[in-house]
């Protein structure tokens, strides 16, 4: 046993000193490798190890780029660089080889901490980054991890100091910094940003500047993007001094060539703004067979559009993708539309950047970029690593002179189509009668054109976005909504503010003012909250949403990103002195008048129709009359008599029907009447023939049982009559009679009441 575990031993040993040999001659290698004179088009042919070629080769990745023949080698080597090269050009190889083989040439374990440090602006992009980096390092020892907005911080906070790669985004990664205690990043080696220049503009720049104070200054850094910055203060706060540009020479300078793909087929037509949704749709319509994404200003832009259209129907599969989602729901977005063969995304500039969608045909810009680096990431959703595809940008006559110079300086020229007005199709009544119909639809159409006049607002080249040339109320009726809404701009410094509000972490911003005024972690405390508070706070989602009712009661507050424009509705405020004093009449004569309106005309003469005019002002019907029309029927007074002469054979007719009426009344309730006379008439006939019958006889029964049976049975069929009695007013003779004829005896129950019955009527 002992002998065998010394050759296990020996055997690893050997096997130690064969990889330091191996990764010794592979440094040699990368010394040696001319990157001016080199030839290579495969991966094989680079300095790199054997299981990154693996996972290379696996994942069907065999020949590079131009971006990766000229950037690889140079990483390799272990200098700084500035890359920039076109979309769809292979940037995410470019320094994912070079972040895996520097780790693996320091023999990087899991004890070592952080070892490389991935930025990206967007989730999406981090997700995309870190499939590619599972891909080709799946034969590789080092771990890696994602950290982003939208998922469980505890879980990721439990598992990040055993990270050796880290991915995410500017937010995350920061509050990490700030909570995490394992995450040690005193060894960094490499620090990536994707799409550079969108990490260090002004959205990202305090989170950037954090993460970078958190870094030590001996690493590498590396900087991709199809548009860079080459700005000296960007580049200084990265410590950045000496680095390498590497790219194609027509990204790092425009006048040599264009920076757009040469498969990519790119062109413009001019729609003045309140046509812009009625050709969309007609576009959509006749592309139902092509797989296109939509891009549009604002994420309540793209959610009015998606909603709208999916209920129109237009034929085709639609999807939207926007900040505002959740995260799962991002996520499955994506999925659904990279597997999908006929379709149409809906999206804000979240995906314009670096995301690879595969088999695009379309790329259509609704909205105007707001500048041409955004026009060529959006258009580089298409036409990507060789392939075909197509773009439409639809600019407005205000927009059209002032960008086409821009694209001219950048050498794009796009052409110009024209719209068949055959195949263009109206939807301007259908969006009213949806808004008509739904609230909520009409609520997310007044946040679309607020954030649409926002966006031109906050715009900082103002030769192409014309901010007082806006055609907002007809811009407002495309939408289908009634009118345009009233807007409150409060100035440039609130959209600024809200523009680098806008990507810092809500929870590290909540944290930051916390600390500031330490008593509202005290009340926070404080306040505990049930199970039932919560279920009462809890909202029916088929309800009109509380953004909605608070613009119903003029108490709507501007969110996040509307924090400088509100919906303006003021209510009026009415004083009570100024109201009429109602005071309740105090007769029964005054009290029955007022509640009946035929007494209270009486005292007001007849009534008056009013029309109202749009202003809401009533008038009465001539006044709203034209002088012409009213000429066309003659002269006044003529048209006086005619309307007394009809109205006094209308209220002939009238008086002629009530008189009919009243007649018919008076007759049935004559007849009522000596209806109940001739009844009463007869009773009193019929008690008189009972009168003189004479006295009354009590009869015992005929001796046979039978004759007695049949008499009882129809003394119960006949019914019994009613014993009249004599008035007060009958003198006594007629009382006297009627006593002794009347004898008051209790009903016989036994033989012997009979028999004391019958001694009594013989002797009576």
Not at 97 to 122: C, Q
Not at 262 to 284: A, G, H, N, R, W
Not at 529 to 539: E, Y
Not at 749 to 759: G, H, K, N, P, Y
Request: overall charge neutral; hydrophobic content about 35%.
């Amino acid at each position: 046993m002992a002998k065998k575990h010394k050759l296990s031993t020996v055997a690893r040993k050997v096997l130690r000193e064969k990889e330091d040999q191996y990764i010794q001659e592979l440094a040699n290698r990368i010394e040696e490798y001319d990157t001016k004179t080199s030839k290579a088009t495969t991966f094989r042919e680079l300095p790199i190890s054997e299981a990154t070629l693996k996972g290379l080769r696996e994942s069907a990745f065999v020949k590079m780029t131009e971006i990766q023949k000229e950037s690889i080698p140079v990483s390799l080597k272990g200098h700084d660089m500035l890359a920039a090269a076109k979309t769809g050009s292979g940037k995410t190889l470019a320094f994912l080889i070079p972040v895996v083989e520097k780790l693996y040439r320091e023999k990087w374990t899991e004890f070592d901490g952080l070892g490389a440090l991935i930025i990206s602006p967007t989730r999406e992009l981090a997700m995309q980054i870190y499939e590619v980096l599972v891909k080709i390092g799946r034969h590789s020892s080092f771990s890696a991890g994602l950290v982003i907005g939208g998922k469980d911080v505890k879980f990721e906070l439990e598992r990040i100091s055993r990270i050796n790669i880290l991915i995410g985004t500017p937010g995350r990664i920061l509050q990490h910094m700030d909570q995490a205690v394992g995450l040690n990043t005193s060894n960094l080696q490499m620090l990536v940003l994707d799409e550079a220049d969108r990490c260090l503009d002004m959205g990202f720049k305090k989170t950037l500047d954090a993460i970078v104070n958190n870094l030590p200054p001996s690493r590498q850094t590396l900087l991709f993007s199809a548009t860079q910055s080459q700005s000296i203060a960007d580049l200084a706060r990265l410590s950045l001094t000496d680095y390498k540009s590497v790219g194609t020479a027509d990204i790092l300078n425009p006048a040599d060539g264009p920076a757009t793909p040469e498969t990519l087929q790119q062109s413009y037509i001019t729609v003045p703004l309140p046509d812009k949704l009625d050709i969309l749709f007609s576009f959509i319509k006749t592309h139902l067979k092509t797989k296109m994404i939509v891009f549009l200003s604002s994420s309540k832009q793209v959610h009015f559009v998606y909603e709208t259209f999916r209920k129109m129907q237009p034929g085709i599969s639609l999807m939207h993708l926007h900040g505002r989602q959740k995260q799962t729901a991002r996520t499955e977005t994506l999925d659904k539309f990279s597997r999908a063969q006929h379709t149409c995304l809906f999206a804000t500039d979240v995906v314009a950047r670096g995301i690879d969608f595969p088999a695009v045909d379309w790329v259509i810009q609704a909205d105007c970029p707001e500048d041409v680096d955004t026009y060529i990431h959006r258009v580089g959703r298409c036409a990507r690593y060789g392939k075909n595809g197509k773009s439409l940008i639809m600019l407005t006559p205000q927009e059209e002179e002032g960008f086409l110079k821009r694209l001219e300086r950048r050498k794009i020229e796009p052409n110009k189509l024209t719209i068949k007005q055959s195949k263009r199709k109206s939807i301007k009544p259908q969006l009213q009668s949806l808004l008509f119909k739904d609230p909520e639809l009409k609520y997310l159409g007044q946040k679309a054109f607020i954030s649409y006049v926002r966006s031109i607002y906050i715009q900082k080249d103002k030769e192409v976005f014309k901010f007082d040339e806006l055609p907002t109320e007809e811009f407002a009726n495309s939408l289908g909504l009634p009118g345009a809404p009233k807007i409150k701009i409060k100035g440039m410094k609130a959209a600024e503010k809200a523009k680098e509000l806008k990507n810092t972490s809500r929870q590290l911003l909540s944290l930051s003012k916390a600390n500031e005024d330490g008593e509202i972690v005290k009340q926070k405390a404080k306040e505990v909250r049930t199970k039932i508070d919560k279920m009462f706070d809890r909202r029916n989602q088929t309800v009109l949403s509380e953004h909605y009712l608070n613009i119903t009661k003029a108490q709507a507050e501007a969110d996040e990103e509307d924090d400088f424009m509100t919906v303006k509705r003021t209510d009026h405020i009415l004083n009570e002195d100024e109201l009429p004093q109602l005071i309740a009449p105090t007769s029964k004569r005054a009290q029955k008048k007022a509640l009946s309106k035929k007494a209270s005309l009486s005292s007001k003469g007849n009534a008056t129709k009013l029309k109202f005019d749009e202003e809401g002002h009533a008038h009465p019907v001539y006044e709203l009359e034209g002088e012409e029309e009213f000429e066309k029927r003659g002269d006044a007074e003529s048209q006086k008599r005619d309307y007394l002469s009809k109205e006094t054979q209308l209220m002939t007719k009238v008086d002629e029907d009530d008189k009919l009426i009243a007649k018919e009344k008076r007759q049935e309730k004559k007849r009522k009447r000596l209806e109940a006379i001739r009844r009463e008439m007869e009773a009193a006939m019929e008690d008189d023939s009972n009168d003189e019958e004479g006295p009354m006889v009590a009869t015992l029964g005929t001796g046979n049982l039978s004759d007695d049976m049949e008499s009882d049975s129809e003394s119960e069929i006949q019914p019994r009559k009613r014993t009249r009695f004599a008035d007060s007013d009958s003198d006594s003779d007629s009382d006297d009679d009627n006593k002794q004829q009347i004898i008051e005896m209790a009903a016989p129950e036994t033989i012997e009441d009979l028999e004391s019955l019958t001694s009594k009527l013989l002797s009576g």
